[in-house]
């Protein structure tokens, strides 16, 4: 399944912004699709993951409470609404899917299928 993410901007602090993750294939067979985000200079880092059988969701302490991740009724597309948004937010968005167990949904070793980021800029 490969993924594509969109919908990044400018927004100043304590802002909003939905991305999107479009899937092409079925991402159903899939175990979790997550999003990561990598700030400048850092590594890339788990956000959100979304589990395909049941919707259980699960987040960083760090977005916690103003992130949440969805997605449509077909599979198709995966969202992360981002809500009160803090310059710390500032980073390429990137969404990827895995079939580790849940135990490894923040794993980023066991997503693959990446696309192209999208890069959120939240100005202070």
């Known amino acids: 399944v490969q993924l594509q993410a969109s919908g990044g901007g400018l927004v100043q602090a304590g802002g909003s912004l939905r991305l999107s993750c479009a899937a092409s294939?079925?991402?159903?067979?899939?175990?979790?699709v997550g999003w990561f985000r990598q700030a400048p200079g850092k590594e890339r880092e788990f956000v959100a993951t979304i589990g395909t059988r049941g919707g259980h969701t699960y987040y960083a302490d760090s977005v916690k409470g103003r992130f949440t991740i969805s997605k449509d009724a077909a599979w198709t597309t995966i969202y992360l609404q981002m809500n009160s948004l803090k310059p710390d937010d500032t980073a390429v968005y990137y969404c990827?899917?895995?079939?580790?167990?849940?135990?490894?949904?923040?794993?980023?070793?066991?997503?693959?299928?990446w696309g192209q980021g999208t890069l959120v800029t939240v100005s202070s």
């Open positions: 990827a899917s895995t079939n580790g167990p849940t135990s490894s949904y923040r794993d980023i070793n066991q997503y693959n299928g």
């Open positions: 294939g079925r991402t159903r067979s899939r175990n979790a």
